[in-house]
């Protein structure tokens, strides 16, 4: 096949992901910003590099240095405000003796499939992430059926990242096809940021693929903010909802980006619209760089109880924390 043919036939997410926009100058320009807002930031890339989809971009409003969406991803000088308690890898991830694989859980096993993502959001837990470490190849497939085969109480793997939906749809078909083979294994959980910021990503291929697939399949967005939530992931959602796939979404708490009750209701509210369930408002983890986005615990709960107050329980996220060395997430 010539190289033309090639990118013929890449598919459209996959030529939208080569046009991420990298350089926090570019994007302050597309965005009309002010000169010197970006200036004084400009050093933080280089502790996290600035990556976010031209798509992200597009929902952001222009002129508006506090635009929810635009805060998750520009590098900020308060990235080097050194605070007690954030640490480099908060979850104790890195001495692991499977690389690419998390056993934490036991019904569950969570499977690091791809180190990269569309977008580096700054409150990334794993932004020290030695993501290099954690390639997802043959060997790691082969280890992660041997880890399930040798322990009974597996039912349900979680394909997670870095974002797994960086994965071709024949890579995921390829560990599909091996999980399928195991009959104690019921779900297939995909855990994604990709949707909201690659609508493109949800294709109708990889949803027919789920939809045929014995294990049930879910599919857990995260979006933080309801103008994430937009009429082209709507769309795209449509296609994988009718497709039979359980469509969740996990949020996290983040200051000046969703910390008022109504942001957060009409997230759910929004979410809901798009045939997806809030499951999950994670107070952030204390990684290095990020304790600017942090709230206080008791302000979390407080935003927990309006939010009972304003909607109906299904749209009510679980407020948890994960603490290292937990059977499981942890109520706040
Ligand atoms: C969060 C997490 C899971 C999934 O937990 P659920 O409560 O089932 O959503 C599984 N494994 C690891 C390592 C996790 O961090
Ligand atoms: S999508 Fe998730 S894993 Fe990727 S940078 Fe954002 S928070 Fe981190």
Redesign the pocket.
Known sequence: MSVTNLIRVRPQWQQELAQSITDPVELAQQLELPQGWVEQHLSARKLFPLRVTQYFVDQMERGNTADPLLLQVMPQADEFTQQAGFVTDP?EEQDNEHPGI????KS???VILRGGCAINCRYCFRRHFPYEDHHFGRAQLHQLIALIEADANIN?V?L?GGDPLMANDQQLDTVLTALEQLPQLKRI?IHSRLPVVLPSRLTHELAKRLQQSRLQAIL?LHANHANEITQALMNALKVWADAGITLLNQSVLLAQINDDAITLAELSEALFAAGVLP??LHQLDKVAGASHFSISDEKARNLEQQLRAMLPGFLVPKLVR?VAGEA??TPL
Do not use: A, D, G, Q
């Open positions: 979850l998390l056993h934490k859980y569950r096993v969570l349900e979680i997670s959980r857990v499951y999950y994960e499981s997430k």
